[in-house]
Nanobody, 114 residues
Framework: QVQLVESGGGLVQAGGSLRLSCAAS????????MGWYRQAPGKQREFVAT???????NYLDSVKGRFTIARDKVKNTVYLQMNSLKPEDTAVYYC????????WGQGTQVTVSS
């Protein structure tokens, strides 16, 4: 059963923008926080951004001022608006949800060409 469904990845030129979405299924209850991680080829998965149920946000230093995380609690969806993209942002982006356990999405590819 797929419980987190991501969308919005793709290929974009440096300086461009993409908006990622991650919808949580109704089977996930009482989500405390949702966030985004990324994994580039040959590298470990790293934290990108998170948002709590109260709206507090936290970002990886290298994306501050360029990425914005937002959450629609009614739709159980988290978004990641990515502006001024750089080639080093190229990775598979994963969303997660912290509820009764930790849930992960299947990942969506973001490729930024120089």
């Amino acid at each position: 059963q797929v419980q987190l469904v991501e969308s919005g990845g793709g290929l974009v030129q440096a300086g461009g923008s993409l908006r990622l979405s991650c919808a949580a299924s109704s089977s996930i209850f009482s989500i405390n926080a949702m966030g985004w991680y990324r994994q580039a080829p040959g590298k470990q998965r790293e934290f990108v951004a998170t948002i709590t149920s109260g709206g507090s946000t936290n970002y990886l230093d290298s994306v501050k001022g360029r990425f914005t995380i937002a959450r629609d609690k009614v739709k159980n969806t988290v978004y990641l608006q990515m502006n001024s993209l750089k080639p080093e942002d190229t990775a598979v982006y994963y969303c997660n949800a912290v509820a009764q356990r930790l849930y992960w999405g299947q990942g969506t590819q973001v490729t930024v060409s120089s």
